[in-house]
């Protein structure tokens, strides 16, 4: 799996994150991704988004 967006020292404001297992995690649930991207079109609920930015910690 690639990382398919950069990581950045600043957070995102106004995202909070509390997935510990990302690449993009910071402490103090911020998120360090340059952006996130929210899925799919369309989506009626929470179950049926998702974070197509999540990388997992070990894709470095």
Same mark, same amino acid.
């Given at each position: 799996?690639?990382?398919?967006?950069?990581?950045?020292? +600043? %957070?995102? =404001?106004?995202?909070?994150?509390?997935?510990?297992? /990302?690449?993009?995690?910071?402490?103090?649930?911020?998120?360090?991704?340059?952006?996130?991207?929210? +899925? %799919?079109? =369309?989506?009626?609920?929470?179950?049926?988004?998702? /974070?197509?930015?999540?990388?997992?910690?070990?894709?470095?």
């Amino acid at each position: 799996m690639d990382v398919r967006v950069s990581k950045s020292n +600043q %957070p995102i =404001g106004r995202v909070k994150c509390v997935v510990d297992s /990302c690449h993009f995690w910071g402490s103090g649930k911020e998120c360090l991704a340059q952006e996130i991207e929210i +899925q %799919p079109p =369309g989506a009626q609920d929470t179950q049926t988004t998702d /974070c197509a930015t999540f990388t997992p910690k070990n894709m470095q």
